[in-house]
Antibody, heavy 118, light 110 residues
């Protein structure tokens, strides 16, 4: 059974770079898109972007200038970097597997609360 | 303000049938598949319905999805207390080149 385990810094100051990593256990890394989705406290879900094992990326247009997704196929891990964070980036960040860039998100990571505060 | 409109809340009593709507446009629901997610408090979302009306393995058929034109619906029959959660629709938007989620509907089981 595929499981996703994510980690990263939970408290950042404005202008810093958010960095989260998600590891894939128990399943193939190839053949899927690997995605990041966030949820501000008390609010709805927001797609951030996705990457496939070939390195092809799709980003949310409004975040594209600040986001970079990368992957390490040797470790079955993928990483989210979000530059120049502000309080508006405070959210629970989830990693998820997407079947064929379709929106079929399963499974999900456990989520990481990232708080941006001075 | 999401491009997909969901009612902020819905409610029902045990055993009832409840429907949650998701309204979009020709560039999203009108063209692409709709997905539905259930989020229990403090947990990651769970896929309920994919490609408008398909069930992932393990999801009971009490949950059903449908789509007509630029709107989609999630129906829950035989409502149970454990169905109390937030529900989100999701779809790719061709005009925005973005995957968009509805604002979410909080379902209360009375």
């Amino acid at each position: 059974q595929v499981q996703l385990q994510q980690w990263g810094a939970g408290l950042l100051k404005p202008s810093e770079t958010l960095s989260l990593t998600c590891a894939v256990y128990g399943g193939s890394f190839s053949g899927y898109y690997w995605s990041w989705i966030r949820q501000p406290p008390g609010k709805g879900l927001e797609w951030i972007g996705e990457i496939n094992p070939g390195g092809r990326t799709n980003y949310k247009p409004s975040l594209k200038s600040r986001v970079t997704l990368s992957l390490d196929t040797s470790k079955n891990q993928f990483t989210l970097k979000l530059r120049s964070v502000t309080a508006a980036d405070t959210a629970v960040y989830y990693c998820a597997r997407d079947y064929d860039s379709s929106g079929y998100y399963y499974p999900w990571g456990q989520g990481t609360l990232v708080t941006v505060s001075s | 303000q999401s491009v997909l409109t969901q009612p902020p809340s819905a409610s029902g009593t045990p055993g009832q049938r409840v429907t949650i709507s998701c309204s979009g446009s020709s560039s999203n629901i009108g063209t692409n598949y709709v997905y539905w997610y259930q989020q229990l408090p403090g947990t990651a979302p769970k896929l309920l319905i994919y490609k408008n009306n398909q069930w992932p393995s393990g999801v009971p058929d009490r949950f059903s999805g449908s789509k007509s034109g630029t709107s989609a619906s999630l129906a829950i029959s035989g409502l149970r207390s454990e169905d109390e959660a937030d529900y989100y629709c999701a779809v790719w938007d061709d005009s925005l080149s973005d995957r968009v989620f509805g604002g979410g509907t909080k379902l209360t089981v009375l």
